[in-house]
């Protein structure tokens, strides 16, 4: 039952890896609520005040996010569920359930690419996303992004423009608007593609969710596109992410005097792919 996966998931101090290691050893989420404590002690990697921290059976908050996803239209996917995309399933650390707004396509059939990059972008790059992404788009591929203002805005609106597929995975609740002027992107992604997040509904953006997302956007994904990123950015964490579970990682060359390029330049220089038009991605799926 779906509130047994909403409690183990939403019960604070316990790590992803932790939640997978006792769905491995018990099965299911239910099974897991009525263990007592020294069969939980069995599982692999358990500690005392992990399993202590499943003494907490209480279901109110399961309850009152289930009725929040039905109030909202969300759909909910367990890793255990046939519509979980395998890709996904298949990396370190996947996520044990899924909010999806919206129509999650079957990524395991699809060319998804995700393209990714820095807020603090340059009109060039704003360009380049767009039009890669409306490239990609139109050839059929799905584009897979956050929803971040700079790149991901812009390879969102580029893809949505060519009447293609979005996947956008957020570091917040699929409710949660964010930042603020993307409202209508937020409403057009629901509409033409999906709206995914780890984070149940009304969960505020967190600095320290974004990384953690990324490994989502990655997985879901064939290969990374980064368009432009500093020396320190998370489009950088996504690239890594990538490479960890083997995806493609491309980049677009930018202008060697800016420092927003500094970061995907170097990617360049280590091997990953180099990118001027969508087919050039493409080519290899």
Not at 62 to 71: E, P, T, V
Not at 87 to 93: G, K, M, S, T
Not at 193 to 201: I, N, T
Not at 229 to 239: D, F, H, K, Q, V
């Amino acid at each position: 039952m779906l509130k047994y996966w909403l409690w183990l998931t939403n019960l604070r101090g316990l790590h992803n890896q932790t939640r997978l290691a006792l769905l491995r050893h018990f099965g299911t989420p239910e099974n897991l609520f009525y263990a007592d404590e020294g069969e939980i002690l069995l599982t692999e990697g358990i500690t005392r005040e992990q399993a202590a921290l499943l003494r907490d059976h209480d279901l109110e908050r399961a309850n009152r996010i289930l009725g929040d996803c039905q109030r909202l239209g969300l759909q909910l996917l367990t890793i255990q569920d046939a519509a979980y995309p395998a890709r996904l399933q298949n990396i370190y650390d996947p996520p044990v359930l899924l909010y999806v707004r919206g129509h999650l396509p079957v990524m395991d059939e699809e060319a998804a690419i995700a393209v990714v990059g820095t807020r603090k972008c340059s009109p060039y790059g704003v360009a380049c996303a767009e039009k890669l992404a409306f490239g990609f788009a139109a050839a059929g591929a799905v584009v897979v992004s956050g929803l971040a203002e700079g790149i991901d805005a812009a390879s969102v609106r580029g893809a949505l423009r060519a009447g293609g597929t979005v996947a956008a995975v957020l570091g917040n609740g699929t409710d949660v608007i964010y930042p603020p002027e993307n409202q209508y992107l937020y409403e057009d992604v629901a509409a033409a593609g999906a709206l995914v997040s780890e984070y149940p509904p009304g969960t505020p953006p967190d600095g320290r969710h974004f990384p953690v997302r990324n490994r989502i956007l990655s997985g879901l994904s064939l290969a990374a596109l980064v368009v432009e990123a500093p020396e320190r950015s998370g489009a950088l964490n996504t690239a890594r992410q990538a490479l960890n579970q083997g995806r493609d990682v491309y980049v677009v060359p930018g202008n060697i005097d800016l420092p927003s390029f500094v970061g995907s330049n170097r990617l360049l220089s280590e091997g990953a792919g180099s990118v001027t038009s969508g087919w050039d991605v493409l080519r290899e799926y």
